[in-house]
């Protein structure tokens, strides 16, 4: 039984950690685990980590990324914190999302772009964003799911057919602990509110957002909906958010759609649609198994579009499945080449040359990695790769690190550390 002066001190202990804060979009006095302070550090350090594990940049049309942005800052201006330092990036993920982690560090997936119809429903999405970074929400979704202590990145296990199979992430599924906040009813009802607001403020119209909701809700209801289960995960959608959206607009000015603007906007991903399904398709057939189908599809995904890192590097997967990995580590090569910017193209590389022997190659390759993103995997096979050198004391470091993840890959290296410890 709990005593109750362990309640107590617990109570206090509570009460001495957390304060009151205005909540700086509705002026209401909430609780507040963290510091405003604190809550920028946090979004600086992990907006890079969030982005490479969930497909880095989308690079292959740097006038999109240009154009979200300059739409996210117009409405950032008219916000009710406009000083904080507002980013806005699309990432290479299939996957219809967006989120916001503290300080205004945002991020869309151009799975959700090409469901939009023009800039007011972008505005729409943007808006609802900044206000769960103004409004301090997403430092509060945070802190309940205890992200804030999270440590290495652990990659997902996909095969154990080889020594390095683990590594190969089939599927592309690369973030174990990619953050994905989980809102309550009654924060995202406030989002929609106020970012109809700054969509008035900054010119658009704010039916833009009823339209989205509207679109969010016959989405839910399709045969898709089961591949929209992180959108609507984060953000629900339901009829009441429609009608609320509509009563909103109602007070509001009108304003611009800029459909014209957007579809130019988006022109680059919607010719590249068709590549995109055939590699959305090759990870589908890779669930099922299908790995001569998938490596089908993945290749005709790079006749489609030849300048797709994420096509080369899954066609590298899937040879590696093969354990064909010299053909797998040009595959790679190539990932690496036309995207040199996420991690997971410099670890792949790493693991194909590790195999070939080249340990030089693969070091390197293992090395480079970790200044992206820090991930348990690295570090184990570096440490595999320094005890086939001799360099034990090297290998045992990389262990104890790969260690602290814990999991399976924690456990081979608890295994490789005993080894080591019980010959010296």
Aim: a positive charge.
């Amino acid at each position: 039984m709990i005593s109750r002066a362990l309640i107590t001190a617990t109570t206090v202990a509570i009460s001495l950690l957390a304060g009151c804060a205005v909540n700086p979009v509705t002026g209401k006095k909430e609780l507040s685990l963290i510091s405003q302070g604190q809550e920028l550090a946090l979004g600086e350090q992990q907006y890079p980590i969030n982005q490479q594990q969930q497909g880095g940049q989308y690079i292959l049309d740097k006038s999109l990324q240009d154009y979200v942005n300059r739409v996210g800052q117009k409405l950032a201006r008219v916000s009710d914190q406009p000083q904080l330092p507002y980013e806005f990036v699309v990432l290479n993920n299939s996957v219809p999302n967006a989120w916001a982690l503290p300080g205004g560090k945002i991020a869309v997936n151009r799975g959700l772009l090409v469901l939009l119809d023009d800039e007011a429903e972008l505005a729409a999405v943007l808006g609802h964003e900044i206000v769960h970074a103004a409004a301090r929400h997403s430092a509060a979704a945070m802190s309940q799911q205890q992200v804030l202590g999270a440590g290495l990145a652990v990659l997902g296990a996909a095969t154990q057919d080889t020594a390095y199979g683990d590594l190969v992430s089939l599927g592309g599924q690369l973030g174990g602990t990619a953050y994905i906040a989980r809102y309550g009813r009654e924060n995202e009802l406030e989002s929609d509110r106020y970012g109809m607001k700054y969509m008035a403020a900054a010119g658009y119209d704010p039916q833009g957002a009823v339209r989205l909701q509207r679109k969010f809700v016959q989405l839910s209801k399709g045969k898709k909906a089961g591949g929209l289960q992180a959108l609507f995960a984060s953000h629900p959608p339901s009829q009441s958010r429609v009608d609320a959206n509509i009563k909103h607009a109602e007070g509001l000015p009108k304003g611009a759609t800029n459909r014209a603007q957007y579809q130019r906007a988006i022109a680059q991903l919607k010719r590249d649609a068709d590549a995109y399904q055939s590699y959305d398709d090759a990870l589908a057939a890779i669930n099922n198994k299908q790995y001569d189908r998938a490596l089908s599809l993945v290749r005709q995904a790079q006749r489609q579009q030849p300048k797709e890192a994420s096509f080369y590097a899954l066609e590298g997967d899937l040879l590696a499945h093969k354990e064909q990995y010299r053909n797998a580590h040009k595959a790679y090569d190539s990932a690496v080449q036309k995207n040199p910017g996420l991690f997971s193209n410099w670890l792949k590389r790493g693991m194909a040359s590790a195999q070939l022997n080249n340990y030089t190659a693969a070091e390197r390759d293992l090395e480079r990695s970790l200044r992206y993103l820090e991930t348990a995997h690295a570090h184990y096979y570096l440490g595999q790769v320094n005890e086939k050198q001799g360099n034990v004391r090297n290998a045992y470091s990389h262990y104890q690190t790969a260690a602290q993840a814990g999991g399976e890959i924690g456990n081979k290296a608890q295994a490789r550390m005993q080894a080591i410890g019980n010959k010296g």
